[in-house]
């Protein structure tokens, strides 16, 4: 069982409209500039690097934007729950349900590139407990199991 509750998924405008109610109860504003690189975050159907989303909002907006700005829009993205950081790949991804904090599993592809977000209470609640039993806080778990999707040729057989 993946999910230890149910969630609603919300997509396209949905979807921003989630993100921006999110971050304004965060107690941040939802600019113009924020909204397009969440847009465009959303927009990508993998991971996406700064570069990637920076290069995106510039070809919509018609002018040059900085990845460096970006990346100060994604941190702030990330700590508000509104996208997900794949460590790994240095990439993001939109928090498809950003009004509910979960600890990270992400299965990543090797050979594509696709990756699946993953919720799962049972596990990341054994994550947290053994950290605190080795004495550790574990701020904020990401789990990455890298493989093979199986639209890459996953066999499933034993």
């Known amino acids: 069982m993946a999910h230890a509750h149910d969630h609603h998924e919300p997509l396209g405008e949905d979807l921003s409209r989630a993100a921006?109610?999110?971050?304004?109860?965060?107690g941040e504003q939802w600019t113009t500039m924020r909204a397009s690189v969440f847009s465009a975050l959303a927009g990508f159907s993998k991971p996406a690097s700064a570069y990637d989303i920076a290069e995106s909002v510039s070809k919509s907006e018609g002018r040059r934007v900085a990845a460096n700005s970006v990346y100060r829009i994604l941190d702030l993205f990330v700590a508000a729950n509104l996208a997900r950081r794949v460590?790994?790949?240095?990439?993001?991804?939109?928090?498809?349900?950003?009004?509910?904090?979960?600890?990270?599993?992400?299965l990543v592809c090797d050979s594509c590139g696709q990756t699946t977000h993953l919720d799962d209470d049972h596990i990341t609640r054994g994550v947290r407990s053994a950290a605190a039993a080795a004495g550790f806080a574990a701020e904020r778990p990401v789990i990455e199991v890298r493989g093979r999707c199986a639209a890459c040729g996953n066999k499933a057989d034993a």
């Open 87 to 106: 460590e790994s790949a240095n990439a993001y991804v939109a928090n498809a349900h950003p009004d509910c904090l979960h600890d990270c599993i992400f």
């Open 20 to 26: 921006q109610a999110t971050l304004e109860r965060a």
